[in-house]
């Protein structure tokens, strides 16, 4: 079940948030469980028992480490190598679930081309939904119950509610549990919270229903055409579309997720903040997918040694983080492809190009202008051959292969279509809405456009549009 939907829009949510309302506070952490798990179950049947079995076992494993803490209190025993490897059952169990269902078949066929021949079979198994972002979920608790952040959960209600609370189940925010865990133990729900929840919903179900998937036949009618037939300028239109597209999509869920968080008590954090508006690689990863940059900092880079043991293990760090970005994404090669080129770039800007990118606004901006568009066009394109006369095509190199027509006629045709549709994203990509909206959101003029939205999104929605998520296969 998505968001967008007129399954979630008219029946889940408005009999959910009727039980979750007339519940006495102290027992909606058990609605807003169970209420998840059936969301889940809605569209994933049997994977909402891996999820059940996930929670139960993670929550077992954190109390078991919790309890050697205790021990080596009260005790002069050494527990380390308890914890130790209590940790690391959690962690072959949590990342053997995501590497079996998400990267078995890509590893398979790996060793069958490195042999030649046909050494195993691929495996019919079918991606849980929101595996990876709640597998980081789990995994971020279980490091910092280990690491004595915060002590393990005595409640598996409140630890069930945190990994599969259906606002941010199948596509984060990545939350961590410390961020959630006051609204966990007692959360009161205010007026105000139910309006700027309710406000930032419908702004994020516009985003994704008028904008993403509009945008979104741009980039289909490039593809139609292909690389083969299509000139620089039409290629540069079409991975700008698919930005948009993906911008608007990712953007939108989160801001209903966070406004959902809203509505029901809990205040989640902020995943974007106007990438499109960066100045350089690094700073885009400071405001894209804000959640899953940091899991990837606490988790992985400092843990490594970050930038502390000199440049070289620095390069070695940004290296494995990066791989595993592009992992965590997909598994295929083009999102390897995609993480390399973001390795090399970020490297390479804070060697020696990041001063000169932050004293020079209006080159930072040209820059990013060719980055974004480009590396979401390998995020893109999975077929090897196809995404390299793509690449070509962006940068004036001869596609052997081409069709010898006229191919300017079809960027004017494209071009024609969608430039109101681009200025009106290329305004939201600002900071504009956002402060506008905080700054209106109370006013009447603002609640008489957010129905408007909202009902102008259903009609999208009823109507049969294209609806697709694109953070559903990730």
């Known amino acids: 079940m998505v968001f967008s939907s007129m399954e979630f829009l008219f029946r889940f ?17 058990v609605v807003l469980l169970l209420g998840s798990l059936v969301f889940y179950a809605y569209g994933e049947p049997i994977y909402v028992f891996l999820m059940m079995f996930s929670i139960i076992f993670n929550y077992s494993v954190a109390r078991r480490i919790k309890r050697f803490y205790d021990i080596e209190v009260y005790s002069e025993i050494d527990c380390s190598f308890e914890r130790n490897c209590w940790l690391a059952v959690a962690m072959v169990f949590d990342f053997g679930m995501l590497f079996i269902f998400k990267y078995i078949n890509f590893f398979i066929e790996i060793i069958n081309t490195a042999a030649g021949t046909k050494i195993f079979d691929s495996v019919a198994i079918t991606l849980p939904l929101g595996i990876s972002f709640y597998t980081f979920q789990i995994t971020s608790y279980i490091f910092d119950v280990y690491r004595l952040k915060y002590q393990a959960d005595k409640s598996i209600i409140k630890f069930g509610t945190y990994v599969s609370m259906f606002p941010q189940l199948i596509a984060g925010p990545i939350v961590n549990y410390d961020e959630v865990k006051p609204e966990l133990d007692h959360r009161e729900v205010k007026a105000d919270d139910i309006e700027r929840g309710a406000t930032l919903f419908v702004l994020g179900l516009a985003y994704k229903v008028l904008l993403a998937n509009k945008i979104a036949s741009l980039w289909n009618d490039v593809q139609t055409v292909g690389p083969y037939g299509i000139n620089t300028v039409t290629a540069w239109l079409g991975s700008w579309g698919f930005s ?23 205040k989640f954090p902020t995943n974007f903040k106007n990438p499109y508006c960066a100045t350089s690689s690094t700073d885009f990863w400071r405001r894209w997918h804000i959640t899953l940059s940091r899991w990837f900092r606490e988790y992985v880079y400092i843990p490594l040694g970050g930038n502390r043991k000199g440049q070289k293990r620095m390069i070695l760090n940004t290296f494995i983080v990066w791989l595993l970005t592009g992992l965590w994404h997909g598994a295929d090669w083009n999102f390897i492809i995609w993480g390399m080129f973001f390795f090399v770039l970020l490297t390479v800007e804070k060697l020696f190009l990041l001063d000169k990118l932050e004293r020079h606004a209006i080159l930072s901006h040209i820059y990013m202008l060719i980055v974004i568009p480009v590396s979401w066009t390998i995020f893109n394109i999975s077929d090897l051959p196809t995404l390299g006369n793509y690449i070509k095509r962006l940068f004036f190199l001869p596609v052997k292969g081409s069709v010898k027509i006229d191919t300017f006629p079809k960027f004017l045709e494209l071009f024609g279509t969608y430039w109101w549709l681009l200025a009106i994203c290329a305004i939201c990509c600002t900071p504009i809405p956002i402060r506008l909206l905080k700054r209106f959101y109370k006013t009447w003029v603002c609640k008489i456009l957010m129905l408007a939205l909202f009902w102008l999104s259903v009609y999208q929605i009823a109507s049969g549009a294209n609806n697709p998520f694109l953070y559903f296969r990730f």
Not at 13 to 29: A, E, G, M, S
Not at 244 to 266: K, P
């Open 13 to 29: 949510l408005p009999l959910f948030l009727l039980i979750y309302f007339v519940t006495k506070p102290k027992y909606r952490n």
């Open 244 to 266: 948009m597209q993906l911008f608007f999509d990712f953007f939108g869920y989160s801001l209903m997720a966070i406004g959902l968080g809203r509505i029901l008590g809990f």
